[in-house]
DNA sequence: ATAGTAAATATACAATGTTTATTAGGAAGT
DNA sequence: ACTTCCTAATAAACATTGTATATTTACTAT
């Protein structure tokens, strides 16, 4: 049956090209400006369309996010060449936030918007969000196999770092950083992830 | 001329009214349920009406954060207490957290979601808001003073404990904690705090 | 009492997410 | 080959929202 097959290739190649519209979209001119209407008028179809392919929009986002996730896990994944958990945590650490502001609308979906996992709540949970978070506690778990943070749980020490991180990503990202003169902005979150580091270093 | 004086407290009184229906309605069913209609019912005026008392929504938005922040440097106004100014960023610590958790819809407004600022750009542009800062930054200053944070930037060391704390806020209120169970969260984040707190002081 | 001004409204418009009802074209059954 | 059926797509419409235009109402000043 190889119509079947067609059909469900063609369902695909629409969903594919609906993501890559919106993504394309988002990049271009914001989330809140990318419209259904607006994804349609690109891909050349009717709004109504873009409903025979995604339940709503909560579930493009949500499909968006997810793609993010497949592309922040790989930054990670290719951060694990040195020997040195310390140094592995560190650029998780750098990696971490370039994916961020190389990826803004991005990291606004994964991790800032409220989120828009309405759509498919709780099947297919959560692995790839799951996979950067256990990337980062192995890194940890392999640091204080090495005798660092000392007296520490590996679960409190990622998630501290993690929060750190986000949160300068979260302030700069938010215009949250007002009081800092725009153009010291980058040096400052620099001198400060140097502090960071150099302090969990020296535990 | 007591006419155009109570005109003006009329519209002040409108004013107040306005906002602080639209905090209500705020609590009650978060910022995006909040309409321009919804706030005109329940103030039992028309939609329009609103629009002779603050240019858009925007505006309404902003003067909310505004009022957040009052609220906000209130709290760490009473955190000076100590002689000790360790324990007074603990304090601060504390109080933050308590802030955000109490009221996380003025939380959203003020540090979160996408800043109402159009509104007012500049102009009183943001003493409000550098005041919470300021009060973190000089006890940060009496710290090093006393000895605390060698070699380190008051500044970089401020915006660092900004940083993690707002993220952990910005997690939690965000739900993306979801890997860790939910009971655990309210404690992983005081483990969190302890081990940040506990270095900053033992640096 | 009349004219003018300020407050409030009814109505309408545009953008957006989404739904209902309809059409067109290919697939399947006889 | 003809008919039936289904699927993809659409047009049109609806509801909600922020906001603007035009009008009415009520108070103030002359």
């Known amino acids: 049956m190889g119509i079947s097959e067609r059909r469900e290739r063609e369902r695909q190649e629409m969903k594919t090209k609906i993501l890559d519209t919106a993504t394309k979209l988002i990049v271009e001119k914001g989330i809140e400006k990318t419209t259904i209407r607006s994804i349609a008028t690109a891909i050349e179809y009717s709004p109504r369309t873009i409903y025979l392919y995604f339940k709503d929009k909560d579930e493009i986002l949500y499909a968006l996010s997810k793609k993010g996730f497949q592309l922040f896990v790989q930054q990670f994944e290719a951060a694990q060449s040195s020997a040195n958990p310390m140094d592995r945590l560190r650029d998780i650490h750098e990696r971490y936030l370039r994916f961020a502001f190389e990826n803004p609308a991005l990291y606004d979906l994964m991790f800032i918007l409220n989120d828009p996992m309405n759509a498919d709540p709780v099947k297919d949970g959560w692995e790839i969000g799951l996979k950067g978070h256990s990337i980062l506690r192995s890194t940890v778990d ?4 090495e005798g660092h943070f000392p007296g520490q749980d590996a679960a409190t020490v990622a998630f501290t770092l993690w929060s750190y991180v986000h949160g300068m990503v979260a302030l700069k990202l938010r215009n ?11 040096q400052i979150i620099l001198d400060s992830s140097e502090m960071m580091l150099g302090l969990l270093e020296r535990m």
Request: aromatic share 6%; proline share 7%; with cysteine.
């Open 142 to 145: 392999a640091c204080i196999e």
């Open 176 to 186: 949250r950083m007002r009081m800092y003169p725009k153009e010291q902005i980058d």
